[in-house]
């Protein structure tokens, strides 16, 4: 599976995102899917998951109310709505995929896009 994110951009405080990630080269129907962001120095963090199925999802305490987390297995993709950004939002977001039901953390992932970048201006 390739994973390509697209929608990443500057975006003032408060401003709202939609980063969408799809998969090539295999159906993604079977395939937990998640978000991580990686903040320049910093380790690559949790943001979102959602179940293969696409019903049952989870967030980071952070952005907890703020982001969504969709997955269109028809279409094979999965998306991040992401409203109401803050300035300790920025980072590079990285679309994450694996063959489980819930990816929880990193080690759950086999596939991962090449990320696309989040900047938040005050």
């Known amino acids: 599976v390739m994973l390509v994110e697209s929608g990443g951009g500057s975006v003032q405080a408060g401003g709202s995102l939609r980063l969408s990630c799809e998969g090539t080269?295999?159906?993604?129907?079977?395939?937990?899917a998640a978000w991580f962001r990686q903040a320049p120095g910093k380790e690559r963090d949790f943001v979102a998951r959602i179940s293969s199925g696409g019903m049952i999802t989870r967030y980071a305490d952070s952005v907890k109310g703020r982001f969504t987390i969709s997955k269109d297995n028809a279409k094979n993709m999965v998306y991040l709505q992401m409203n109401s950004l803050k300035p300790e939002d920025p980072a590079v977001y990285y679309c994450?995929?694996?063959?489980?039901?819930?990816?929880?953390?990193?080690?759950?992932?086999?596939?991962w896009g090449q990320g696309t970048q989040v900047t938040v201006s005050s």
């Open positions: 080269g295999r159906t993604l129907t079977s395939y937990a």
């Open positions: 994450a995929a694996g063959p489980t039901l819930y990816i929880d953390n990193a080690s759950d992932v086999n596939y």
